[in-house]
């Protein structure tokens, strides 16, 4: 059983900084593809970032202006999200999703995932 576990949540003052990291469990992490969304209240869930299977390709969503960066560490298991200057806007709960595509590039991660976790709350005061 595939399970993801995001952590490194929390409040943040408007301008302010957060990693936010995702544990996976119950395959071999560094085979693929890894991904950021994020749902906020009212709003769909949205893409934000996909990084391949040894982390040397990464694409993100336009709207994030440069601001976020995604990186994974395959010997950890483990996937990050570094988010600088947030804003308030940036307000949702994050997931980290992942898909069967084994080798894969994390491209077809923009229209979601098989796999997801619970998410981790991010809250950015003004």
């Known amino acids: 059983q595939v399970n993801l576990v995001e952590s490194g949540g929390g409040l943040v003052q408007d301008g302010g900084s957060l990693t936010l990291s995702c544990l996976v469990s119950?395959?071999?992490?560094?085979?693929?593809?890894m991904g950021w969304f994020r749902q906020a209240p009212g709003k769909e869930r949205e893409f934000l970032a996909a990084?391949?299977?040894?982390?040397?390709?990464?694409n993100y969503a336009d709207s994030l202006k440069g601001r976020f960066i995604i990186s994974r560490n395959n010997a950890k298991n483990t996937l990050y999200l570094q988010m600088n200057n947030l804003k308030p806007e940036d307000t949702a709960l994050y997931y980290c999703?992942?898909?069967?595509?084994?080798?894969?590039?994390?491209?077809?991660?923009?229209?979601?995932?098989?796999?997801w976790g619970q998410g981790t709350q991010v809250t950015v005061s003004s």
């Open positions: 119950g395959r071999t992490f560094s085979w693929y593809p």
């Open positions: 990084i391949n299977w040894n982390g040397d390709v990464a």
């Open positions: 999703p992942s898909n069967d595509e084994r080798g894969g590039s994390g491209y077809a991660l923009q229209h979601g995932g098989d796999y």
